[in-house]
């Protein structure tokens, strides 16, 4: 079964950065999308980021990470990155990874989830 593996979280001061992965099991990413989504306390889980690179060289963001966000992976390590810069307060939330077979910034259109990892920024 396919599983996804969120790391790097942590608490960081406005303006700061971090750097998120999702490990996935053997070959399970290399042919789909790979997005990035958030859920705050009291909040609708939200689209961040995704990565349709194995297709294209297509990556998308939300508008209010644009800018400040990027999304990679290395398909050869079975990992998706956000790169996470200039962080502010409105941008804690646990964030997830998923896995989907064509591009949506939905999130149920996403058929594997991570558990989350937390994503705390001071001000």
């Known amino acids: 079964q396919v599983k996804l593996v969120e790391s790097g979280g942590g608490l960081v001061q406005a303006g700061g950065s971090l750097r998120l992965s999702c490990a996935a099991s053997?070959?399970?990413?290399?042919?789909?999308?790979m997005g990035w989504f958030r859920q705050a306390p009291g909040k609708e889980r939200e689209f961040v980021a995704a990565?349709?690179?194995?297709?294209?060289?297509?990556?998308d963001y939300a508008e209010s990470v644009k800018g400040r966000f990027t999304i990679f992976r290395d398909n050869a390590e079975n990992t998706v990155y956000l790169q996470m810069n200039s962080l502010k307060p409105e941008d804690t939330a646990v964030y997830y990874c998923?896995?989907?077979?064509?591009?949506?910034?939905?999130?149920?259109?996403?058929?594997?989830w991570g558990q989350g990892t937390q994503v705390t920024v001071s001000s």
């Open positions: 998923a896995r989907a077979r064509a591009f949506a910034r939905e999130a149920v259109s996403y058929d594997v």
């Open positions: 053997a070959r399970a990413i290399s042919s789909y999308v």
């Open positions: 990565d349709m690179s194995w297709r294209t060289s297509m990556t």
